[in-house]
């Protein structure tokens, strides 16, 4: 295979594209609908509105008709790095070298920052500040929230698929896709926010020698939307384990469960298919890999939840998120009231640090709502576009639903029209794309270089780090606070964690939302990219669980079964044996 149908066009402006902080979005390959429909229609342009929003970026400074902000090769979801370079020298106090520092640390395989004469723009650098300024500053920010109530009030208003023509399928999919860019525009801005406050705070932490007290300051503050769903599910867990009958039913399985509890008629488990179903309702757009719209979510495919409450139900009641947020906010609030205690004589510093950590907080939780928005309405065009493929299978045009997302979105009318006209090319692009998710993409992109062909790409897993020794700490970035020791257990797949063990240290390679419900089976969570606003880091400090992130090749180098240590304060994990 030489390339892939929906690779990205380069262009001479911005160069550089990497895998740094997109594996986190895009772990798996994207299917050729999910890009074309959702992103090159939706994400893309909603992004680069958001830049605009922000100030960094006119409209035309964006390659590619679609608005392009990021670009995918071999089905793999790329960051522009050279626009990211750009933001580096637009906004004031940051530079494309810290950038470069913040996304990859250490490595010496990522390109230095090369100058072009349009990258300082005086008027951006105005409008930035000004955003800055804002962010630091403001008490709320009702552009997301409105936003955000859109998307949530588009899931309740749902029309009944099963109702509707194929042709109206496809138009409730792309009217969601315009959603998608509507509520991207805020979303982008929530990303772009959320690195100052905690960015200040680590500063002025470090300039007092409370270090350590960083992540503490930010941890457990609330409203934060992908912590939702994990208070549900430990909900959930004591059901099952406080009820004879319901832990019969999982004792023996948790596929099929949801029908044999729906085929009950007891106290228990009509309660529990209650708040199943308000579960659902609430975050059944969460799944793995879910901004591809391809990828199977909780309401499509239940047994990937059950699968995590088959885990969550046998840790101990004590070890409660709705108790361990309690606590961590307690902590905080003491450990705020004591640091700035200590700085009170220093006023402009005092108040830097307060409206640090207000800023922190509430843009934790804008983002997240941001990020719920959007899959959201992703996973609204997913269910219309589910229901079409499984009618495509009843024809004969496909075998699975799934793979209804080998086609293109300028294919889809096409492919509604005469569905057995593409059957042959479907099942083609189908075992190619099985292909893709065989091999490791390139983790830097030169468009001048180019690519070479997909079929010369190394094997996953081919290239793995030493196993880390007895003894040896290995060095990440502080998460979530606190200190925790216990079996590792390496889990690169949410769907597939049977491992798993109440008190084990989860190692993953990255997370989204979907995987937040074993958070709380874990003790610790090690992850192998990220940052203090990332996901793990948030939800993470919302459970009030030990995070530790960017800890390189974690799920490489840390043995399943070893006992280790985390320390999601200093960032370290020390292997004991």
Known sequence: MENWITDS?????????????????????????????????????????????????????????????????????????????????RMPGATPEAINKAYFGERSDVPEYEEHPEDVKEEAEELVAESMAWVMSTNDYPMMEERSKAARETVKNRPNHSESSNEELVEYAREMVELLEYVWVPSCVAALACSLGPGAVQAICDGIGRSDDAVKLMSAVGDVESAEASFRMWDLSRMIRNS????????????????????????????????????????????????????????????????????????????????????????????????????????????????????????????????????????????????????????????????????TESELDGFVADPMSMRDIILERDKDFSFLHEVEPPYIVDGKVGLPPISEWPKRGSNKSDPAEAGEVLQGSAGSPGIATG??????????????????????????????????????????????????????????????????DATDRITDGSTITVDGSTGTVTIDG
């Open 244 to 407: 004879e009958e319901l832990s019969d039913i999982f004792d023996a399985g948790s596929d099929g469960a949801l029908e044999k509890i729906k085929s009950l008629d007891s106290d228990d488990s009509k309660s529990f298919i209650t708040n199943w179903e308000e579960l659902i309702d609430e975050c059944g757009h969460r799944g793995p890999n879910e901004w591809d719209m391809r990828s199977h979510s909780w309401t499509t495919k239940p047994e990937l939840p059950f699968g995590m409450l088959e885990r969550l139900r046998f840790q101990e009641d004590d070890k409660s998120p709705h108790l361990a947020s309690i606590r961590s906010a307690e902590t905080r609030e003491k450990l705020t009231a004591e640091v700035l205690d200590l700085i009170k004589d220093d006023e402009e510093t005092h108040a830097s640090l307060a409206a640090a950590i207000k800023s922190a907080a509430l843009f934790f939780g804008y983002r997240e709502m941001g990020k719920n928005a959007a899959i959201r309405s992703i996973h609204e065009a997913k269910l219309a576009m589910m229901e079409l493929g499984r009618r495509m299978v009843e024809l004969g045009a496909i075998d699975d639903l799934q793979q209804l997302f080998m086609v």
């Open 9 to 89: 066009p380069f262009n001479e402006r911005f160069r550089y594209y990497t895998r740094g902080n997109a594996d986190e979005v895009g772990p798996d390959p994207w299917s050729p609908l999910g890009w074309t429909m959702a992103w090159e229609k939706g994400c893309c342009p909603g992004v680069a509105g958001g830049y605009v929003e922000y100030g960094v970026f006119d409209l035309d400074e964006f390659p590619h008709e679609a608005r392009s902000t990021f670009g995918l090769w071999g089905g793999y979801f790329y960051n522009c790095l050279s626009m990211t370079w750009v933001f580096g020298v």
């Open 487 to 552: 079996t590792a257990r390496v889990i690169l797949d949410p769907s597939d964690a049977s491992s798993l063990e109440p008190g084990d240290v989860m190692i993953a390679p990255t997370t989204d939302p979907s995987w937040t419900p074993l958070f709380m089976t874990a003790s610790a969570v090690v992850v192998n990219v990220g940052a203090v606003a990332s996901h793990a880091a948030i939800v993470s400090r919302e459970l009030g669980i030990p995070c530790v992130v960017s800890v390189a």
